[in-house]
Every structure is written in structure tokens, then in C-alpha cells.
């Protein structure tokens, strides 16, 4: 979802540095998925995910069980604030461009919400407007555990957000927490199902923070670019899109896990590629049509 790589190294993180335990990344290995971690969607058809669909779609509670790749503090770019990341395993995509190959292919470490949740509120002073950001991997992909977290951390006082791929269209979910959305249009201009999702968002009163990684040759043209401003405009007249630029440092993850990186090939995007398209977006959003 995020990319681990563009973590501030400011006061939070010397602090989350302290804590020993702040990582829980385990050894990445593709072959060691196992039949109980996440619920995983390897072959997955997303137009064929729904939330009733994944395994946990009750509530549960502080003993609920969810399988995470690792816990990250100090980004500054996954919400606002500074935020701690909970990268979830597991996701419903296999995006070519991902920059999170590891939380893709492994079973991750089982944790309940309550322990999590208390680990978390020993952060909470260095929060200050920030909070806890849920991504991944998919969060929406763990219902139960995701609910069960969220609210404990809410009653902690604790903001929180959900970075989701929108491929899930949960209004329980989306009323829980606040929404990162990013838009994947890297390999099909097909929008219809963020169409959907952002209905579903308005629906519960939430204005998502709508990102899109830009990629070169791949969702950077004049009309991919001009239907994307539309839909969101649609939706969120106040809102806008946050271009995030496709990188390649990603690539040794690759090599790590023995799987090659799609878009190995691909140039990474540049200030005025990004530039280009917040002119291209703007320019919708100010008409009044
Ligand atoms: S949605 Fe795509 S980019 Fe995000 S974790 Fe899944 S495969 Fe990676």
C-alpha cells in the first residue's frame, strides 16, 4: 500500500527506536504462506471481493486475531500527522508496481487487537494530530480483526485510518475509521469499482484522502488522468488527488523474495511528471462544470 522507504526519520521514529518490539517483521519467504495465516487472495478476482465474502466479517473483540507483516512508526505521509503503520499480510491485489512485495506473500504474525492496541498507546504522546494507520497489504481483507482494533484504539483516544486498495466495498469499515484510498489504474482504466466505493464512502460522511501512484507509460496519460479527476470530483467536489511517484526501490525486496519486479523495466516518475498531472487534475476541479 504505503512505501516503508518514504518514512520521515524525525523525533517519533528516535522514539518508536526505543522500543524493541516496535518491528515485528518476520523473515520473508514466500513458501512459508500457510493455510492459517491472513486470508489471502493470490489468485483473486477483486471484482469478485465483497466483505461478506472474507472469512471474519463479524465484529469481534480485544481477543480478536489478525496477521500483520510489521508495525512502523514516524511516516508522515500516511494520514496526518505523524502516524504508526500497522502493515497488514495479505492482500486481495498484485499490483506491478507494489512496493510492499513482502506483506504479500506470507502467512505474518498472528497478534490479538487488545495487545496491539496497547502496544500502540505507547505511542500516543507523540501523536499529537496524528494517529494509527491501518494499510498493508489490504486491512479491509480482515474485517473482524481490523473492527476489533479500530475500536479499541478509538477508545484509547487514538485516531485511526484505513490505507485500502477501495476493492472492498465495506460501509462498516469505511465508518470505522478514517479513509486512505488509492486508486489503482496502473493496468486497467476501468474506474467503475472506486465509483462504487466512493458512493459508499459519501454514504457514511467520509471524505477519503484519494492517492494514486504515478506511473509512466502506464496511468500518466491526458485521459486516464482526466476520468480519475472526474470520478473523485464527482464524488468529493472539495476533494483532490495526491499523486504519489512510482519508485524503484522496491527492487531488492524483489530479489529478496525471488520474484521478479513488473515494472523493473519502467522509468520512475520525476517532479514534472507529477507536476504535469496536478496541473491536469486542477484543471478539472476549477471548472465549474
Ligand atoms: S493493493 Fe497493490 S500496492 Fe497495495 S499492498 Fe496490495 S498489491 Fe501491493
Same mark, same amino acid.
Given at each position: 500500500?504505503?512505501?516503508?522507504? !518514504?518514512?520521515?526519520?524525525?523525533?517519533?521514529?528516535?522514539?518508536? !527506536?526505543?522500543?524493541?518490539?516496535?518491528?515485528?517483521?518476520?523473515?520473508?519467504?514466500?513458501?512459508?504462506?500457510?493455510?492459517?495465516?491472513?486470508?489471502?487472495?493470490?489468485?483473486?478476482?477483486?471484482? !469478485?471481493?465483497? $466483505?461478506?465474502?472474507?472469512?471474519?466479517?463479524?465484529?469481534?473483540?480485544?481477543?480478536?486475531?489478525?496477521?500483520?507483516?510489521?508495525?512502523?512508526?514516524?511516516?508522515?505521509?500516511?494520514?496526518?500527522?505523524?502516524?504508526?503503520?500497522?502493515?497488514?499480510?495479505?492482500?486481495?491485489?498484485?499490483?506491478?508496481?507494489?512496493?510492499?512485495? /513482502?506483506?504479500?506473500?506470507?502467512?505474518?504474525?498472528?497478534?490479538?487487537?487488545?495487545?496491539? $492496541?496497547?502496544?500502540? /498507546?505507547?505511542?500516543?504522546?507523540?501523536?499529537?494530530?496524528?494517529?494509527?494507520?491501518?494499510?498493508?497489504?489490504?486491512?479491509?481483507?480482515?474485517?473482524?480483526?481490523?473492527? $476489533?482494533?479500530?475500536?479499541?484504539?478509538?477508545?484509547?483516544?487514538?485516531?485511526?485510518?484505513?490505507?485500502?486498495?477501495?476493492?472492498?466495498?465495506? /460501509?462498516?469499515?469505511?465508518?470505522?475509521?478514517?479513509?486512505?484510498?488509492?486508486?489503482?489504474?496502473?493496468? !486497467?482504466?476501468?474506474?467503475?469499482?472506486?465509483?462504487?466505493?466512493?458512493?459508499?464512502?459519501?454514504?457514511?460522511?467520509?471524505?477519503?484522502?484519494?492517492?494514486?501512484?504515478?506511473?509512466?507509460?502506464?496511468?500518466?496519460?491526458?485521459?486516464?488522468?482526466? $476520468?480519475?479527476?472526474?470520478?473523485?470530483?464527482?464524488?468529493?467536489?472539495?476533494?483532490?488527488?495526491?499523486?504519489?511517484?512510482?519508485?524503484?526501490?522496491?527492487?531488492?525486496?524483489?530479489?529478496?523474495?525471488?520474484?521478479?519486479?513488473?515494472?523493473?523495466?519502467?522509468?520512475?516518475?520525476?517532479?514534472?511528471?507529477?507536476?504535469?498531472?496536478?496541473?491536469?487534475?486542477?484543471?478539472?476541479?476549477?471548472?465549474?462544470?
Amino acid at each position: 500500500m504505503c512505501d516503508k522507504n !518514504s518514512f520521515l526519520a524525525g523525533d517519533f521514529a528516535s522514539a518508536a !527506536s526505543a522500543a524493541t518490539d516496535v518491528s515485528v517483521a518476520a523473515a520473508c519467504d514466500p513458501a512459508s504462506v500457510s493455510a492459517s495465516g491472513p486470508p489471502d487472495a493470490a489468485a483473486c478476482d477483486p471484482a !469478485s471481493v465483497s $466483505a461478506s465474502d472474507t472469512p471474519d466479517a463479524a465484529a469481534g473483540g480485544a481477543d480478536t486475531v489478525g496477521y500483520i507483516d510489521s508495525v512502523y512508526c514516524g511516516s508522515g505521509v500516511d494520514g496526518a500527522g505523524l502516524r504508526c503503520v500497522v502493515f497488514y499480510a495479505g492482500c486481495n491485489l498484485r499490483c506491478p508496481f507494489c512496493h510492499n512485495p /513482502e506483506t504479500l506473500y506470507k502467512s505474518g504474525e498472528a497478534v490479538t487487537a487488545g495487545a496491539l $492496541a496497547a502496544r500502540m /498507546e505507547r505511542y500516543k504522546p507523540y501523536f499529537r494530530r496524528g494517529g494509527v494507520t491501518l494499510s498493508g497489504g489490504e486491512s479491509f481483507l480482515q474485517k473482524k480483526f481490523s473492527l $476489533a482494533l479500530a475500536k479499541l484504539l478509538r477508545g484509547r483516544g487514538i485516531r485511526v485510518a484505513f490505507e485500502t486498495n477501495g476493492q472492498i466495498c465495506d /460501509e462498516e469499515l469505511i465508518a470505522a475509521g478514517e479513509i486512505i484510498c488509492d486508486v489503482k489504474n496502473q493496468t !486497467s482504466q476501468d474506474l467503475s469499482s472506486y465509483d462504487a466505493f466512493f458512493a459508499a464512502c459519501g454514504r457514511q460522511g467520509r471524505v477519503p484522502r484519494v492517492t494514486n501512484v504515478l506511473v509512466p507509460g502506464k496511468n500518466d496519460g491526458e485521459e486516464a488522468l482526466r $476520468a480519475l479527476a472526474r470520478l473523485v470530483k464527482k464524488h468529493f467536489p472539495q476533494g483532490g488527488v495526491r499523486f504519489l511517484p512510482f519508485r524503484k526501490l522496491c527492487g531488492d525486496k524483489y530479489k529478496a523474495l525471488k520474484i521478479p519486479f513488473p515494472y523493473a523495466a519502467v522509468r520512475e516518475c520525476e517532479d514534472e511528471d507529477i507536476a504535469r498531472a496536478n496541473k491536469i487534475v486542477s484543471e478539472i476541479f476549477s471548472k465549474n462544470a
